[in-house]
């Protein structure tokens, strides 16, 4: 597309946060301005990550829990979550955030795992080993972009060591970091409680997504860019549209300067 574009082409733009479908170093070799729909940021994902949550509780549980409403009288100590350990892997910006939505509710205990030990994290939780925060968890949150070493670290093996009540949350991996396959299987055995998945990239990272949609206990993040309702795809349309007019005067002033 780049070479059939030839050398008029000035901008690439995409309706999503990733580029892993885009050569972005041609494009930067060749003097191309990528636009990409805004980051989202980490208290948006963190408030996602409750959203999700809460449906998946009230659905698997038939009740409402008022514990989520921001003008809830409902104490911490008499919390749904108050008995519960929560385990996040990835404890970057991400990870800290949404952290701290669940201490604001009362869970009794936090994990983490990460490459490496985080130094002063904001909340403070303790780090611990990938199976330990496995077996003991009862909400697991993937927060992690997932590397290379981190791809399908929940496959059959991690689902076998997870409590069967246990609800597994992917807030921020993009699907990497679980095999659907196994997913799959382990929600319809009941192996494991639930499952909520970031889908912003429905088409590359869910396979399974058919079988999943039929499940009772497997949600989805509506994440703005995956809403395919008209008014939230004009948003973003109009977001990259705004961004590409931006790069297209830059380009054209700094010419100007040139000469």
Request: hydrophobic share 35%; glycine share 4%; aromatic share 8%.
């Given at each position: 597309v780049?070479?059939s574009?030839?050398?008029?082409?000035?901008?690439?733009?995409?309706?999503?946060?990733?580029?892993?479908?885009?050569?972005?170093?041609?494009?930067?070799?060749?003097?191309?301005?990528?636009?990409?729909?805004?980051?989202?940021?980490?208290?948006?994902?963190?408030?996602?990550?409750?959203?999700i949550?809460?449906?998946?509780?009230?659905?698997?549980?038939?009740?409402?829990?008022?514990?989520?409403d921001?003008?809830?009288?409902?104490?911490?100590?008499?919390?749904l979550?108050?008995?519960?350990?929560?385990?996040?892997?990835?404890?970057?910006?991400?990870?800290?955030?949404?952290?701290?939505?669940?201490?604001?509710?009362?869970?009794?205990?936090?994990?983490?795992?990460?490459?490496?030990?985080?130094?002063?994290?904001q909340?403070?939780?303790e780090?611990?080993?990938?199976?330990r925060?496995?077996s003991?968890?009862?909400?697991?949150?993937?927060?992690?972009?997932?590397?290379?070493?981190?791809?399908?670290?929940?496959?059959?093996?991690?689902?076998?060591?997870?409590?069967?009540?246990?609800?597994?949350?992917?807030?921020?991996?993009?699907?990497?970091?679980?095999?659907?396959?196994d997913?799959?299987?382990?929600?319809?055995?009941?192996?494991?409680?639930?499952?909520?998945?970031d889908?912003?990239?429905?088409?590359?990272?869910?396979?399974?997504?058919?079988?999943?949609?039929?499940?009772?206990?497997c949600y989805?993040?509506?994440?703005?860019?995956?809403?395919?309702?008209?008014?939230?795809?004009s948003?973003?349309?109009?977001?990259?549209?705004?961004?590409?007019?931006?790069?297209?005067?830059?380009?054209?002033?700094?010419?100007?300067?040139?000469?």
């Amino acid at each position: 597309v780049i070479n059939s574009a030839g050398s008029g082409l000035c901008v690439v733009a995409t309706l999503s946060e990733d580029t892993h479908h885009i050569d972005v170093e041609e494009c930067q070799r060749r003097g191309i301005e990528l636009v990409t729909l805004p980051k989202m940021s980490k208290d948006t994902v963190a408030n996602l990550t409750m959203g999700i949550l809460r449906q998946t509780l009230e659905d698997q549980e038939q009740q409402k829990f008022d514990i989520f409403d921001l003008n809830s009288n409902t104490l911490k100590s008499d919390s749904l979550l108050c008995e519960k350990t929560v385990g996040i892997i990835g404890y970057g910006y991400v990870g800290q955030a949404v952290a701290q939505r669940f201490l604001d509710l009362g869970v009794k205990d936090m994990l983490y795992n990460d490459l490496c030990v985080v130094k002063n994290p904001q909340p403070r939780a303790e780090f611990t080993n990938f199976e330990r925060l496995v077996s003991e968890s009862d909400i697991i949150c993937i927060c992690c972009k997932a590397l290379t070493q981190k791809s399908h670290l929940f496959q059959k093996d991690a689902f076998k060591k997870m409590k069967k009540d246990a609800i597994l949350l992917d807030s921020y991996s993009n699907g990497h970091a679980i095999n659907y396959s196994d997913l799959y299987n382990a929600l319809r055995e009941k192996r494991i409680c639930a499952a909520g998945l970031d889908v912003r990239d429905v088409n590359r990272t869910h396979p399974f997504k058919t079988n999943l949609s039929a499940l009772n206990n497997c949600y989805y993040f509506p994440f703005k860019e995956c809403n395919h309702t008209w008014d939230m795809r004009s948003a973003a349309s109009e977001s990259v549209a705004r961004a590409v007019v931006s790069a297209l005067r830059l380009g054209r002033n700094s010419e100007q300067e040139e000469r």
